[in-house]
């Protein structure tokens, strides 16, 4: 067992445990993270922060031409979530704390605000495009965080 002072043995709980920070773009998640982990690395507990990984240049496609982009885009994106998760449940089975930036379950709601953001009158994922979303989600069986800050 870990040698920590008293106070700090609430904190093993959080061993073994995937941490997601979720939230809207700008919200703080990825300064959160690394405080976090900071804490807990302080108080004795091994934790790492996984960062976001997000395609930019995918994403900065996605804002100037929705219309062609935001679906491919959003199934990059879960499958790239969807590897970062897998690999931050790994780091949890070795005994540590893992706070990711962004889960891909909570994800699920960012793809649906496509369903109603319309440009020209269209929106930027139709609801055939969005039932093959949720079946690949669906497909990856990805489990659950242990834990979500909002």
Not at 36 to 49: D, H, M, N, S, W
Not at 53 to 58: A, C, G, M, S, T
């Amino acid at each position: 067992m870990i040698q920590l002072p008293p106070k700090y043995y609430k904190y093993l709980s959080l061993q073994n445990k995937v941490i997601a920070i979720v939230g809207p773009i700008g919200a703080g998640k990825s300064t959160l993270g690394p405080a976090v982990v900071g804490y807990l690395q302080r108080c004795g507990i091994a934790a790492k922060f996984i960062p976001e990984d997000i395609n930019w240049v995918f994403l900065k496609k996605s804002n100037e031409k929705p219309l062609k982009f935001k679906f491919p885009f959003q199934l990059n994106t879960l499958q790239r979530r969807g590897n970062t998760h897998r690999a931050a449940i790994a780091d949890a089975k070795t005994g540590m704390v893992v706070v990711e930036d962004r889960d891909p379950i909570a994800d699920i709601g960012f793809a649906e605000t496509h369903r109603t953001w319309r440009v020209d009158g269209k929106v930027c994922i139709d609801e055939e495009q969005f039932a093959l979303y949720l079946s690949e989600v669906e497909a990856m069986a990805l489990p659950e965080s242990d834990l979500m800050i909002r």
